[in-house]
């Protein structure tokens, strides 16, 4: 049996070896050393927690916390609650005092994922604490100052949802100070093999303490997919392929899509609809599950509209409960 690889022992490693990858380890170096905010851009799984990682485990907050929080997981009321907590009666049920994520991470890093979600609320509390270094909680009278260093990360345009009204545009300039943007694993396919040589040995059996080994001509199937989840993709159909427990990992132990790309169906119109119906079934399946069933985010990840992937989930019968 194979263990799963996991997130934590990947920190604060960047892997790869092309220009692209480069620039961002020297930009990371660069920032590391200063308390400037960090806005990380970049599509759904390319490692953005990893690079705010890396900036807070090579800055002097090193030894004080790192604080994770997906923003596009909680609703307004719940982020509001956990990034500045609240006074003891300050709402029914609050019957003690609560310290927000921004005092727990005092002195260390907050990383605020998905940083494009937040409600226009929560993001003037956020320009109050970039801009004054304090926040109220939820019930109290009296400002919390506060020595965080905050790196954010987002898939979206903040520029062009602040030109639309849609994200304040003073919060923009406030976040956008350093920014760091890492480019797609299709961009990048000379990382592939460096990838795959730092996640295989994570999938040591069990048993034997061996990890599986990928046939060349497998590692060379996976540079013709175009990886729409990125590295964090890889990492799961490499886990996909270990979970099998043979010695050697070969195309057939991938799913269809990656076998796909290095196979391509003869050109007939039958085939050519079952290979997109496959891959669309996969790619849907995929982010529907990295967004824990969000229709709506996984509609912008995909470049549909609500409507349209609702659809497509209705063709293909998908259904949460598999």
């Known amino acids: 049996m194979r263990q799963p690889i996991e997130e934590s022992s990947l920190a604060p ?9 480069h620039r961002v380890g020297e930009l990371v170096a660069k920032v590391a050393g200063t308390d400037n905010t960090v806005l990380i851009q970049g599509e759904s799984g390319v490692g953005k927690e990893l690079v705010a990682k890396s900036v807070h485990f090579q800055s002097h907050r090193r030894e004080k916390p790192f604080v994770v929080v997906d923003c596009g997981m909680l609703n307004e ?52 604490v970039l801009e004054n270094n304090t926040f109220r909680r939820l019930g109290s009278t009296r400002d919390t100052k506060v020595d965080v260093r905050l790196v954010a990360a987002t898939n979206r345009d903040l520029f062009q949802l602040s030109k639309k009204g849609l994200f304040r545009e003073d919060l923009f300039y406030r976040l956008n100070v350093f920014p760091v943007y890492v480019p797609p694993l299709r961009e990048r396919k000379d990382d592939i093999p460096l990838l795959v040589q730092h996640f295989l040995p994570r999938l040591a059996d069990i048993g034997t303490g061996s990890p599986p080994v990928l046939e060349k001509d497998t590692l060379q199937a996976l540079r013709e997919y175009s990886w729409p989840g990125n590295v964090r993709e890889l990492r799961e159909e490499l886990e996909r392929a270990g979970a099998l427990g043979e010695p050697a990992i070969t195309l057939d132990d991938f799913s269809p899509p990656v076998q796909h ?22 790619m849907i399946s995929r982010t529907l599950s990295d967004t824990n069933w969000n229709k709506s985010q996984a509609a912008r990840i995909l470049g549909l ?18």
Do not use: C, W
Not at 13 to 21: D, E, K, L, N
Not at 115 to 125: A, H, N, R, T
Not at 306 to 314: E, F, S, V, Y
């Open 261 to 282: 790309a290095a196979r391509p169906p003869r050109a007939t119109m039958k085939n050519i609809r079952e290979a997109v119906g496959s891959l669309e079934t996969e």
């Open 13 to 21: 490693t960047i892997v790869g070896g092309s220009a692209a990858i």
């Open 305 to 322: 509209s609500r409507l349209g992937l609702q659809k497509k989930i209705d063709r293909y019968g998908l259904d949460r409960r598999r």
């Open 77 to 128: 009321n719940l982020l509001q609650n956990e990034l500045f907590g609240h006074q003891k009666g300050a709402f029914t049920g609050a019957t003690a005092l609560k310290h927000g994520l921004f005092e727990v991470a005092d002195e260390g890093s907050i990383f605020l994922d998905e940083i494009g979600e937040i409600s226009p609320v929560i993001q003037g509390k956020l320009l109050r």
